[in-house]
């Protein structure tokens, strides 16, 4: 079992190597934050945002939860966006999903699993509405990995028609949206080219296959 106290001495060798390559780095770093990209992930541990982009801390403002889904009365990710745009005035808004999404395969399933299944029917909404596309994928595999490109294409346009990012795009405010996927097994970011740029509900091209 895992100690807290490893914990602990990993993170007093880092810090100390930190410190040893630039004295100042924790100093400066504690200055300010102003990060350009927003980060909404899944909270799978194999998908850590800074690692993938290979930025720094300070660079990215980062919300996870299960599945990587924005939902209209989730207030936790919706602060967080808030925050993000308004007040950090992040540039760019990224929801990643990642193949091989345990929440997405769950929703897939059809077996119960307790609690979690009442935020896995957000992605039993995104099976609804592309039942057909998804029916008729035979490979089980195959049919989970579009599930999960879908489910990236349905969130941004979620986020993109919040009140939040509508009341942006009304002040001027220069922020987009963008859709990608990682791959698990290669550590590639892929883009699902669904980026938007305003409210205009027609700039959402569907992902090519």
């Keep these: 079992m895992a100690k807290l106290e490893d914990l602990f001495e990993k993170n007093r060798r880092w810090s100390e190597q930190v410190r040893r390559q630039d004295p100042n780095y924790f100093l400066e770093l504690s200055k300010q ?11 799978d541990s194999r998908v850590p945002a800074n690692q993938i982009m290979d930025l720094p801390p300070g660079e990215v403002f980062v919300h996870r939860n299960i599945a990587n889904v924005v939902v209209h009365t989730d207030l936790n ?27 997405v395969k769950a929703a897939l399933d059809g077996e119960d699993h307790g609690l979690i299944d009442n935020w896995l029917r957000h ?34 346009g979620h986020l993109s028609d919040s009140s ?22 290669d550590g590639l970011l892929h883009d699902l080219n669904v980026s938007r740029h305003g409210p205009d509900a027609h700039d959402r091209p569907r992902p090519s296959n």
Excluded: T
């Excluded at 950090?88 to 990642?98: A, N, S, T």
């Excluded at 990608?180 to 097994?185: F, G, K, P, T, V």
């Design 33 to 43: 934050q102003a990060p350009k990209f927003l980060w909404i992930g899944c909270s």
């Design 77 to 103: 990710c919706l602060s967080v966006v808030h925050y993000a745009v308004h007040v950090l005035k992040v540039e760019h808004i990224i929801i990643c999903g990642h193949y091989g999404c345990g929440g």
């Design 123 to 156: 992605i039993h909404d995104v099976y609804r509405l592309h039942k057909d596309e998804l029916d008729g994928i035979e490979d089980m595999g195959h049919r989970a990995d579009k599930a999960c490109e879908l489910n990236v294409v349905e969130q941004v």
């Design 164 to 185: 939040i990012m509508r009341q942006a795009w009304s002040k001027g405010i220069e922020v987009s949206v963008h859709g990608l996927i990682y791959r698990l097994e």
